[in-house]
Structures are given as structure tokens and as C-alpha cells.
């Protein structure tokens, strides 16, 4: 059970993790603001002679395949490799997972050779990537599949990593436990990016605490609530993306322990 | 005539075109969020191994210049060529033309080569192009030319396409009808990106709507009747642009049959 | 002493300068508004083939190396030797020398081929420069170093240059003189890119006004100021970043006048 979520978030405030990012260009700036918002250090950078140089001094790794192309690919291999050598975590967003065979051929490698620490999607990519690595029963090539509690745990048990699954409801799971989280406002689903921030975000954790459930599940939702706050002030999409930064910004200890809802599964 | 705009609104509305953007990096983000408020479903990717897959599932493809490479006008051209190959709509906004040599290589190659189902630009843009694709008497290399509405015309009828031309006056043609657009607001001068943000309005339209000159006028009188939404509220263009988003995800189809200024010339 | 930053100020209103940036991805939409919000007209390009046309209609180029590749950095190469072979100002932002060592190498490049009219960085980054470039007595390869007014004065006397480093204090020399100037809001801090926006408000003022350690002084101050008049009405990062567009739309003349905070050292 994860009763004081508040604990992750203050190490985070304390530590100010230096995240590295190789993320898409059409959120890379939200996903700076929101990992400074969330008490993190972002630093961005793509280039085969530059990322050793920079995995060598961060927390943590956020590998985001959103604008994916030849030469990014190769600097997330790299760079993820270099991380995993020198202890470093890898968050990997698997964005556009199932879209097209680009995509699941860069999504296969990079799990496969990097084997990140953890593994995010929204479900419809999850469920996707379970399906082509294998790794559920029942989740056919299409990634239709019944019950992501099933194939989040499965996944996180083959690979030996945590596995997120967002959407109206996000999904949490290291291969023993699984989550539940709850919060979160409809209003995330017309800004673009908000699951790439929210890497941005698990990157900040993850980096501050070490890889293992209770840091993921307390920025899912120390990011949600945030969006919560926000909503309330907001008159639609433009209002409520600076909202969220305020409000991740302002977020206390308090607040998470207060309005959480996680549940154990 | 176009006298119920809200018609093509409805459409995007009810369908949630899927757009596909091989677009700047400079307002690639606010393209993303504004084709969201539309209506759309913004999708970037780059890649020449990712973009005819994405081709196949989209409703639409925007082609913008704005900061060309090469390897983005390869990939535009195979995204435009397959676009082109399976249905799928192109609205090319030609940024910069007339600026540098290589811009006006790029433009004609992708006219030519493509076939745009769309042509936008601002009015020096637009002029530019006519006179190097010698579609309009009287205009010299230098984008002069006295009559917005000739050339636009003579640009639409020599290419099959529809012509739009921005500027504090819109026009749009088609090569038969030609409309004068008068929404809008000074403040969108002050916002880098209010033209390409206008690119990707008019895919949704355009996506949900098939290639017509009512789809491609309602796009421009929804997104600029939002920019007079959000300049009453504004303090400068910060404030401006997180309002123009607000405004245009509130807007009514009301709203636009009632506020749009659309003649017939 | 520069008593009326507004002289620099207003010549930037009445010109409005093109600045031609090649910049890094994650805060270019920031400095293409902000350069429009100081009174500036910003173009982004990094193409081989766009560059040189562009710069020949440009009124000052600004190199930044967030997110460097070998793509771009040639062209800023190019870019940067044609400004100079035409007359055209050349600003430098060195963001992250010190942390990589092919950042080093392409800050070491840019500074001895192209010769930049102004180097800008935080006073980690100008120190490190300083160590690596030799310029200053008893600064190490870590980049330590006792005295910024020392350091930017050798700096600038040695590269016969306008050296800005930046941070809770900034500071501005042309090698002979040297000021100190303590606008500004800690928010800044909170904001991705603040330092490369203030880059761009700086091309703009060398643009319109030409090299010299007045227009530097008077685009920091406005910049500044401007972020302390949207800290005020501001909840955290997010309204903060659009109220600091505003702010610096709003700005006066007499603002600039009577709030900078310039001491020559």
C-alpha cells in the first residue's frame, strides 16, 4: 500500500533530479516546464556526440519515440545503453505504440536492447506492445485485450520493470503489485502532450527516489491532481495548460497525502 | 454562397478528423493544441519510415515549410505523393516563400509535385508563388501584383486547388467563387505561428469535410471569430494566445453562423 | 553610464528588426515570441540551403546551442560567416558549455571561426568559457572563478567581443567597461528558456541599434522588468511565462527608464 505519496514528492523537492530528456519536438517545452514545475532539473539533448556526456550526469532518462526519426532512434539507443551501464534510470514513453510498423519496430528495440526501468503508454498502447512482445496471452496483434490489470502485471513481470498504463483511469504495476489511480480532469485529453509532461514528471520522481512503484504512482498523481486544481479556474484548453503549471507548482505535501486516490488492486 | 458556416463545424465535430502535420518546429505545439480546440486530431511525424503509414490513417495531411530541411521536404513530398495516392486531402502552406531561393525550390517542387488540394499563404506568400508559377499576368518575380482576387483565382484555376491568402483581409477561391474574409484581430500579427495554427484548422475542416471552398472558409472564420474572442479578454499577446485556444474550443456553431463576415466577390 | 535605455529601446520600435535565429527546439516558440513582444521580427531557420539567403535580408543572427547537432551546427557555422562577411551582428548563447565535452568543442568552433559580436551564458557557462578559452588568469577547467566583472572584461578585451553572463545579477562588458544590473524576478528561474528569450529581445536590440554595450544593457533591463511587472500578477510558471509576453508588449519607454537598474562597475 502507498498511504503517503507525499514522501516521493519531497525528495524530489529536495534532490532537484537532472532528467535528460530525448523527447518530440511538439511538447518538448511543456515537458521542461512541467518536469521544472514538478521539482525536477530537464535538460534536452539528441545528438549521438552529446548524450554519454549528459546520461553520465543525470538522474534519469526519458526516452519519448512522439517525433521519432533515424537519428534520434540511434541517440535513444545510445543514450538509454549508456544509462542502464552507469545505473541511471530509463523511463520510456511509447508514443504512437501501434500506429504504425515504424513505431513498433523502434518500440521492440528499444525494449528490448534498453530494457527501461518503466514502461509507459496510454492503454491502447500498452495493450498494443503487450501483444507484439508477447507477453500477455489472449492480447492478439491488434491489441485488443480484456483486462489491463492482467496485462499490465504480465508485462512488468516478463521485463522486469513498472509498467503504466494511462487513460481516464492510469494503471501502475512493477509484476507483483498493481494500482489504480483515479484523478485527473477530461480537460487533460485537449491538450496535446500531457502524457509526454507526465513522463517528464515520472522522470523527476523516479529520479529523486530510485525505481520502484511508490515514486511512479506519486507523480501519476501529483500530476493529476494538479489537473484537478487547474480545471477549476480554467475557461478551456489555453487557460488550463498554464493552470497546470501553476498548480504543480504550488502543489503541497499535503495535497497529494489528502487527495490521492490510489488503490491497490 | 456560404451562408451556414456551422455546417463543415458540425462535421469536425462529429467526426474528429485525424490530421497529419509535417510542420515547423518553431509553432508546432500551438498547431497540435489548436487543431485539438477545432475539433481535430493532430498527429506530427516526420520520418520518411513513418509517414506513409500515418498517410493511410489520416483524414487529412498539412505540409508546412516554415523551417524546411532536407530531410523534412523528402518526407513531405512521400507523405504529399501518398496522400495524394489514397484520397487523403493536402493543404500545403508555403512559409517563407519568396524569403530565399531554396524556399521557392521547395514550394514548386511540392506544387508540382504534389498537387496540393490546398495552397495558403499570406498575401507576399501567395503573390510569390503566382509569379513564379507564372499562373498570373502582371505579376513579376518580385510578388507584386495589384489584385488579390485575380491571383488567387488564376492560381486556383491553373492548379485545380483551392488558393488562400491571409492577411488583416482572408481570400479564398477555388477558381470559379472567390470570398473576402473580414474577422479577425490586429493582436494575431503579435503571435508567431497564428498562420500555421490556421493550416491546421483548415486540415480539420477540410478532413472532416472533403476539399470545398465552404470547409476551407469556415476554418478561417471559426479560428479568427476566436481570435476576436480572446483579444477582448487579452492584455497582450500572452494572455491572447492562451485565450485564442479557450476561445476557439468554445465556440458555437451559433456563434459562427452569427458572427462570420463572409462576402462573395 | 547609460542613463536613457529608451534611446535603444524606441529605435527598436521603429525598425523592427529581422533577427534570424538558429536556435534549439525546446524553447524556440518562446524566443520567436518574445523577440515580437520586444518590438523584434523573428525568422527560424537551419537548413545549409536557407541560411545565407536569409541572413543577406537580416538585420542580426543569433546562434544558440541548446539542442546542437551536426546538422545544425554547421549551419550556424554558415550562418554565422556569412553575418559577418555582411556586416550583420552575430549573438552567441553558449547554453550548457561546461556539461559535455562536444559542447565545448562546438562553443570553442563558434567563438574563433565565427567571432561572435556578443557572447552570452550563465555565469557557470561564461566562466567555463573563459577557463577554456584561455582569456582569464586563475579560472580552471572547472570553470571556477572568483570575479564575473573580471572574467567578462578579459573576455571581451580578448575576442574583442560584448560578454553577458547571466544569473541572479547579470553582467555587461565590452572590454572596457563593465555594468552590473539586478532587475528581474526569481520566477524566471521556473520557466524553461528564459535565457534564450532574453537572447532573442537581445538580437533585437543589437538589430535595430548595432554592437554596442548600450542596446545589450537596455534589451536586459527591458526583458527584466518586464518579468517583474508579470511576477506580480502572477499564480507560478505558467501565468508567469504569458504574463511576461504581455509585459514586455506593454513596456513603455518611460518603464525603461525609470525602473532599470544599471550600475557600472
Do not use: W
Not at 110 to 119: G, H
Not at 135 to 140: A, E, I, M, P
Not at 210 to 223: L, R
Amino acid at each position: 500500500m502507498i498511504s503517503e505519496p507525499s514522501v516521493f514528492f519531497r525528495e524530489v523537492q529536495l534532490k532537484h533530479p537532472l532528467v535528460h530528456h530525448i523527447t518530440n519536438y511538439v511538447t518538448v517545452n511543456d515537458c521542461a516546464n512541467i518536469c521544472i514545475c514538478s521539482g525536477g532539473s530537464p535538460v534536452m539533448t539528441d545528438d549521438r556526440n552529446d548524450v554519454e556526456d549528459m546520461v553520465r550526469i543525470s538522474n534519469c532518462v526519458v526516452l519519448n519515440m512522439g517525433t521519432l526519426n533515424e537519428r534520434t532512434v540511434d541517440s535513444m539507443l545510445i543514450s538509454g545503453k549508456a544509462a542502464k551501464k552507469n545505473g541511471v534510470p530509463v523511463v520510456f514513453d511509447a508514443v504512437g505504440a501501434g500506429a504504425t510498423g515504424y513505431r513498433n519496430e523502434v518500440a521492440h528495440r528499444i525494449i528490448e536492447e534498453v530494457r527501461p526501468d518503466v514502461i509507459k503508454g496510454n492503454s491502447g498502447e500498452i495493450s498494443f506492445l503487450a501483444g507484439i512482445l508477447g507477453s500477455v496471452r489472449g492480447v492478439d496483434s491488434t491489441g485488443k485485450a480484456e483486462d489491463t490489470k492482467d496485462i499490465i502485471l504480465d508485462l512488468a513481470k516478463k521485463y522486469g520493470c513498472i509498467v503504466v498504463s494511462t487513460g481516464k483511469v492510469d494503471y501502475v504495476s512493477d509484476g507483483k503489485e498493481a494500482y489504480e489511480l483515479t484523478n485527473g480532469d477530461d480537460l487533460e485529453g485537449c491538450v496535446s502532450g500531457t502524457g509526454c509532461m507526465l513522463s517528464s514528471v515520472i522522470g523527476a520522481y523516479v529520479g529523486a527516489n530510485g525505481v520502484s512503484v511508490g515514486p511512479v504512482v506519486a507523480a501519476i498523481s501529483a500530476f493529476n491532481i494538479a489537473a484537478e486544481h487547474a480545471a477549476k479556474g480554467s475557461k478551456g484548453p489555453g487557460s488550463f495548460k498554464a493552470g497546470l503549471f501553476d498548480s504543480l507548482y504550488s502543489l503541497t505535501a499535503e495535497d497529494l497525502d489528502k487527495e490521492a486516490k490510489i488503490r491497490e488492486l
